[in-house]
């Protein structure tokens, strides 16, 4: 059984940056793609980046390109999403997921395992 395990979230201030970690155990996440997804309060779950699996391709929603950078240490087991220049916008639940497949996908159906999130939130 896959488990995903996310940390790193917390309360910032606008500006400010926190860099989430989400560990695999059970499975390794070595061939297969990453994503990164976020749902805010009263919002839909949506993703914010994806990285397939050796990292070399990734997605960024346009909301957060030029801020946000996924990557992944394969020798870990972890992925890492470093959020910079927060915005209160930001504010939401972040989930880590693993794909089936090895290339990125920014469609939630291409992720089987799903961690529990961790909250961010960033005041103005």
């Known amino acids: 059984q896959v488990q995903l395990v996310e940390s790193g979230g917390g309360l910032v201030q606008a500006g400010a940056s926190l860099k989430l970690s989400c560990a695999a155990s059970?499975?390794?996440?070595?061939?297969?793609?990453m994503g990164w997804f976020r749902q805010a309060p009263g919002k839909e779950r949506d993703i914010v980046a994806a990285?397939?699996?050796?990292?070399?391709?990734?997605y960024y929603t346009d909301s957060v390109k030029g801020r946000f950078t996924i990557s992944r240490d394969n020798a870990k087991n972890t992925v890492y999403l470093q959020m910079n220049s927060l915005k209160p916008e930001d504010t939401a639940v972040y989930y880590c997921?693993?794909?089936?497949?090895?290339?990125?996908?920014?469609?939630?159906?291409?992720?089987?395992?799903w961690g529990q999130g961790t909250q961010v939130t960033v005041s103005s």
């Open positions: 997921a693993q794909s089936l497949a090895a290339s990125t996908s920014y469609s939630q159906d291409a992720y089987h395992y």
């Open positions: 059970g499975r390794t996440l070595s061939n297969y793609a």
């Open positions: 990285i397939s699996w050796n990292g070399r391709n990734t």
